[in-house]
């Protein structure tokens, strides 16, 4: 497989068959290699056994979602209201316009794991946490596996 931007969007080439497929054309999102003609590898991370990718796209150049893709099931985007909605249960109320941010830890076995920088309100402060999540690829399911507090701010 090769991956490239085309468009803004992430593009596979299937080698062995010459195929082209231009993921995620009808959504919103960049690549995140689009802006500033960046390195295709910090922002892709390829599953090791599998024909199955994880991308960093972009949302108005900040927010970023994740999309993975994998051969044969096409494209599997984790967006930011499925991310609120399994913080919020636990966190408080999240604020989506203060940014939330996804970034590809690592491949584990069949799961993804992933950081989420995002800001809760509890009790008249704002307080900014980074949280562990987890998807699953053989079951499609997102849970929580740790949350830290970066900072606290009093609502003023």
């Known amino acids: 497989w090769v991956i490239y931007e085309r468009y803004g969007k992430p593009c596979l080439i299937d ?3 010459h195929t082209e497929e231009l ?3 009808e959504v919103e999102g960049k690549f995140d290699p689009a802006y500033g003609n960046k390195a295709i590898a910090p922002s892709c991370f390829w599953h090791p056994k599998q024909d199955m990718a994880a991308m960093e796209i972009l949302i108005f150049r900040h927010p970023r979602e ?3 893709w994998r051969h044969g099931s096409g ?9 609120i909605k399994l ?4 966190q408080g109320k999240i604020i989506p316009g203060a940014g939330i941010n996804m970034d590809v ?3 584990k076995g069949e799961t993804l794991e992933f950081n989420v920088d995002y800001t ?3 009790d008249g402060y704002f307080i900014d946490h980074t949280a562990l ?3 699953d690829s053989a079951t499609d399911k997102l849970r929580g596996l740790g949350d830290r507090v970066d900072g606290t701010r009093k609502i003023e």
């Open 15 to 17: 080698t062995r068959n």
């Open 133 to 135: 999540l987890q998807w």
């Open 66 to 68: 994740i999309w993975v």
């Open 120 to 122: 809760s309100i509890v």
């Open 87 to 90: 913080l919020n249960s636990a």
């Open 23 to 25: 993921l995620g054309f």
């Open 75 to 83: 494209l599997r985007p984790i967006h930011e209201q499925e991310v």
């Open 105 to 107: 830890v690592r491949w």
